[in-house]
């Protein structure tokens, strides 16, 4: 079974500029989140999507950050324009049911 | 908002040694779940925990969920090199409400393995 790809890998931009993740969650997979962490902490969620409606969206910042995930599958997330404080490693999971959620690689956003 | 301490925050142990670590929260949970990362790369789940009182094991994993539901602690019995890595717990309120699902983590404790 194909686990949540993620892309791109790495990306450095200048801050104030616009940048965008794309996630693929494991196929069947009803529920999505988008996570971010900053360098020594845990990952932290930003918003959940059941299917395509999100279910909890209440630490987005939401003045900058926006995702979609049109059709119920993949998702992208969204920073414009970014700001110092965005570096950080953006996780994309996916869960049959809302437990056991299953990563992704992460995306490593470095803001210059 | 809920919050979880991690401890300890790093561990340098020799190989073969057993290592335990643990999670309390201010809050209950009704799942608390184990994950490892390594460098580069997301969590993956070790180790999930669904009832009070619960202990699991997986291979040389034990991980037991806390009678109060506020704590948890994970055991890694006769470590190898591979162990390395961030460790991290998280937990996870049950059905009802828009935080179902939400996993809140810890700070993570890091291991380093010495051959």
Not at chain 1, 10 to 37: D, M
Not at chain 2, 63 to 82: C, E, V
């Amino acid at each position: 079974e194909a686990g949540v790809a993620q892309s791109p890998r790495y990306k450095i931009i200048e801050k104030r500029q616009s940048v965008a993740f794309w996630c693929n969650p494991i196929s069947g997979h009803a529920t999505l989140y988008w996570y971010q962490q900053i360098l020594g902490q845990g990952p932290k969620l930003l918003i959940q999507f059941q299917n395509n409606g999100v279910v909890d969206d209440s630490q987005l910042p939401k003045d900058r950050f926006s995702a979609e995930r049109l059709k119920g599958v993949d998702s992208t997330l969204k920073i414009q324009p970014a700001k110092l404080e965005d570096s950080a490693v953006y996780l994309c999971a996916s869960s049959p049911r809302r437990n056991e959620q299953f990563f992704g690689p992460g995306t490593r956003l470095t803001v210059l | 908002g809920q919050q979880l301490n991690q401890s300890p925050q790093s561990m340098f142990i020799q190989e073969g040694e057993d290592v335990s670590m643990n999670c309390t929260s201010s809050s209950i949970f009704n799942t608390w779940l184990w994950y490892k990362q390594d460098p580069g790369e997301g969590p993956v789940l070790l180790i999930a925990l669904y009832k009070a009182g619960e202990l699991t094991s997986n291979g040389r994993l034990t991980a037991q969920f806390g009678i109060t539901r506020k704590d948890s602690f994970l055991n890694i019995s006769a470590s190898i090199p591979s162990d390395v890595g961030i460790y991290f717990c998280a937990g996870q309120l049950g059905a009802g409400g828009t935080s179902y699902g939400k996993l809140t983590f810890g700070q993570g404790t890091i291991l380093t393995v010495h051959p």
